[in-house]
């Protein structure tokens, strides 16, 4: 088996969010995810509290593959949570989040995505399908759509 098939793919983001890091922490969970982002879904697997902590583990099957997830780091205090979420034999990737004061009403979520190929194919497909344009839009969704929960209590509705 050949291993360093292709470097990993790192990817961030800051996002500018209208609420406080409480407010918005709770939010990026899965359970809650699915208030505010339009489209996604989940099933849990495993979660003592039956929300995002440590150790829970949960499933996505979109138009993106399918993915078992697991929150690597719940740290609440500091406002900091991980994902690791692998596909089958192909992809594994890290998503590290952390929310940090801007100022009183406005907190900074800063993103990172580490793709880490394990295959050729895999390596071909995440510097494909994740380029700085694709993966921008998609951080600009999630944070349009997070910033119109955190001021309306609703879902932003989408063509």
């Known amino acids: 088996m050949q291993m360093n098939i292709k470097r990993k793919l790192i990817r961030t983001y800051r996002q500018t969010l209208e609420g406080t890091r409480e ?7 899965p359970v809650r995810e699915k208030e505010w982002l339009q489209g996604w879904d989940y099933e849990m697997m495993y979660s003592e509290s039956g929300f995002a902590e440590k150790g829970c583990v949960f499933e996505t099957n979109n138009d993106y593959g399918s993915y078992r997830w697991v929150v ?18 192909d992809i594994c990737v890290i ?16 993103i990172q995505y580490t793709f ?3 295959n050729c194919e895999a390596a071909e497909q995440i510097y494909r399908e994740n380029t700085e344009e694709v993966f921008n839009g998609h951080m ?11 001021k309306h209590a609703e879902m ?3 063509e």
């Open 23 to 29: 407010e918005i922490f709770p939010l990026l969970c």
């Open 72 to 89: 690597t780091e719940h740290d609440q205090e500091c406002h900091r949570i991980q994902f690791v979420k692998m596909q089958a034999k």
């Open 95 to 110: 998503i590290d989040i952390r929310l940090t004061v801007k100022s009183e009403k406005w907190t900074f979520c800063d």
């Open 116 to 118: 880490v190929p394990l």
């Open 140 to 150: 600009k969704k999630w944070e349009k759509s997070l910033n119109h929960y955190l």
């Open 156 to 158: 932003l509705l989408e």
